[in-house]
């Protein structure tokens, strides 16, 4: 039997969810979480084979949760099941440790499929999320920020809050916001001090 925990904060998906597992013969279900830092609380108390994990979650994200699961149990294995498949989200979670990036829309098999991989040692990508990987290998180009982007991760970079920027270049904090989004989404991140570590890395800073 492969033992499953599922964090998921919805609670008919979550149901949904429980329910697809159970009418699998092979698969049991000895847990639920409802936000981040329960999955992982019940992943330590539980340790199951593993966890079916939601990526936006209360209070802890479920790439945050995912890494500390993994942090505590290194043989542990974690699945992120999810409506999200940018850049940035599938990076996060497997840089998180993740073994699986799965989308809640798929058939049925197809997440039941990936379960079974995992759980035997295998990685397990939604047929999407593995093109889009493919595509960023044969195509590994430096991204492009623009000159205002450009500008706003400096300010950023040398300690500045949105606010304040907005202030420095005379454009509203949301302006600040959507630079900075659009920043995330080109370098592959999902936080300021990722975006300015990674932008030093590729010499745009």
Known sequence: MIRVLVADDHPIVRGGIVALLESAPDVDVVGQATTGLEAVELAAALQPDLVLMDLRMPGLDGDAATARILAAQPGGRVIILT?????????????????????????????????????????????????????????????????????????????????????????????????????????GVSDRTRAVTRAMELGLL
Request: hydrophobic fraction near 50%; charge should be negative; aromatic fraction near 2%.
């Open 83 to 187: 409506t999200y498949e940018s850049d940035a989200s599938i990076l996060t979670a497997i840089e998180a440790g993740a073994s699986g990036y799965l989308l809640k829309a798929a058939p049925q098999e197809e997440i039941l499929a990936g379960i079974r991989s995992v759980a035997r040692g295998e990685v397990a990508l939604a047929p999407s999320i593995a093109a889009m990987l493919v595509n960023r290998v044969k195509a590994p180009t430096t991204p492009a920020l623009s000159p205002r982007e450009t500008e706003v991760l400096a300010l950023v970079a040398a300690g500045n809050s949105n606010p304040a920027i907005g202030a420095l270049l005379h454009v509203s904090e949301a302006t600040v916001k959507t630079h900075l989004l659009h920043v995330f989404e080109k370098l």
